[in-house]
Nanobody, 121 residues
Framework: QVQLVESGGGLVQAGGSLRLSCAAS????????MGWYRQAPGKQRELVAT???????KYGDSVKDRFTISRDSAKNTVYLQMNSLKPEDTAAYYC???????????????WGQGTQVTVSS
């Protein structure tokens, strides 16, 4: 079984920064893709950023040039550095892992429980 645990959310003023972390646990030997998605009240979940094992990244249009995703594959951990935060960035942020290879088989599309980010104006 694979578990994702996020940390680093909180309350910050507009223009501030936060760093989210997500650690995957279980008998993992490889994870292809990891990423972050967010969901604001009354809105659909949307892409924030993803990163492959090889380091290729993809960002949602609204966070480009402000957020940076990175990962430590040895620690099965993904990070999201969020700068120049805006009130519209307020949402629950969810970690995702895709194609997680474990001794029990491959798990696809694993989600964390979410961490709240609130940006005050």
């Amino acid at each position: 079984q694979v578990q994702l645990v996020e940390s680093g959310g909180g309350l910050v003023q507009a223009g501030g920064s936060l760093r989210l972390s997500c650690a995957a646990s279980g008998s993992i030997f490889a994870i292809f893709g990891m990423g972050w998605y967010r969901q604001a009240p009354g809105k659909q979940r949307e892409l924030v950023a993803t990163i492959t094992r090889g380091g290729s990244t993809k960002y949602g249009d609204s966070v480009k040039d402000r957020f940076t995703i990175s990962r430590d594959s040895a620690k099965n951990t993904v990070y999201l550095q969020m700068n120049s935060l805006k009130p519209e960035d307020t949402a629950a942020y969810y970690c995702n892992a895709d194609r997680v290879g474990t001794v029990a088989g491959t798990f696809n599309d694993v989600w964390g429980q979410g961490t709240q980010v609130t940006v005050s104006s």
